[in-house]
């Protein structure tokens, strides 16, 4: 054999060798590659509604109002659109069926639950309804763990029935994808028994005339008049039972025109307004037809 083909015969064992060793390092390497370490995280979606029960209250006069923060949480992992009903329980009593119509709802968003007390002031944009047509909160999207708090105020209007209850609940619903969450705050509001009515009459264009009960305090209790909060005139003492109400007595800066909201009410020692109200009611302010004078009638 030559030394040529001596090399060559080398070589070609040499290659020999290596494609059958190789053949099984190719294959370890192979599985080695197709083990993959990897972790999946499965989103949770969770809804959570806190506050609402904070505007479970009596009503003991149409003059009262309740005030309460409700927040509304996504305490899921994974961002979800929000969007909130408010639906009454139903009753075949009278004056529980009339009332939800009957509560004013107003409700606008804070930036913290704080924010929200009986002293706020009620911003123009908020959003008014009653529990029969509750305001419609715009909703949006809650990135995981994010809140949306809102400052509901109620009021019992000025035909409110006496001895009745509305039972609502905020129900939030959170959507993400094909998965929803939901979750409810109930409250419940009722109006006592003895709420007082308004006893107004009409004389004339000029003035009208205020009736209270003057038979739950002793005889020689004084009372005052407030419209729109504001107390005008002088005190009235309880022999009389009723309060007059002059048109040119009330600015346009407490009442303008339209609807003005009236509250007798007892007035303590010192003769300041208590929040005892003995009637409580609408009057309408106008001008008359030269438009030069203030007019007044109940409504």
Request: charged share 10%; proline share 5%; with cysteine.
């Amino acid at each position: 054999m030559s030394r040529t083909s001596g090399r060559f015969a080398l070589f070609l064992g040499l290659v020999v060798l290596l494609v059958g060793t190789g053949a099984g390092s190719s294959f370890a390497l192979w599985r080695s590659s197709s083990v993959v370490s990897a972790t999946a995280t499965v989103g949770a979606l969770s809804a959570q509604v806190t506050g609402a029960a904070a505007l479970t209250t009596t009503y003991a006069s149409r003059t009262a109002a309740t005030t309460a923060p409700v927040t509304f949480r996504n305490v899921g992992t994974v961002p979800a659109s929000w969007h909130v009903d408010t639906t009454v329980a139903s009753t075949t009593d009278g004056a529980s069926s009339t009332l939800a119509s009957r509560v004013t709802v107003l409700s606008w968003p804070v930036s913290a639950a704080s924010a929200c007390t009986s002293a706020a002031v009620v911003p123009s944009g908020a959003l008014s309804g009653t529990w029969a047509a509750p305001p419609v909160l715009p909703g949006g999207t809650l990135a995981a763990g994010a809140s949306s708090s809102w400052c509901y105020r109620t009021t019992p209007t000025a035909d409110a029935p006496a001895a009745g209850t509305v039972t609502p609940t905020l129900t939030l619903t959170l959507s993400a994808g094909t998965w929803r969450a939901a979750a409810s705050g109930a409250l419940s509001q009722g109006t006592s028994a003895t709420l007082p009515p308004q006893y107004c009459t009409d004389a004339g264009s000029w003035y009208v005339t205020l009736r209270y009960d003057k038979t739950r305090f002793p005889l020689g209790t004084y009372y005052g008049l407030l419209v729109n909060g504001q107390r005008i005139q002088v005190p009235d003492q309880g022999y009389n039972g009723y309060i007059v109400l002059n048109a040119v007595d009330v600015s346009t800066a407490v009442a303008p025109a339209g609807r003005a909201f009236t509250q007798v009410v007892v007035l303590d020692a010192a003769g300041a307004p208590t929040s005892t109200a003995v009637s409580s009611g609408y009057v309408t302010f106008a001008t008359d037809q030269w438009g030069n004078a203030r007019t007044v009638m109940c409504a």
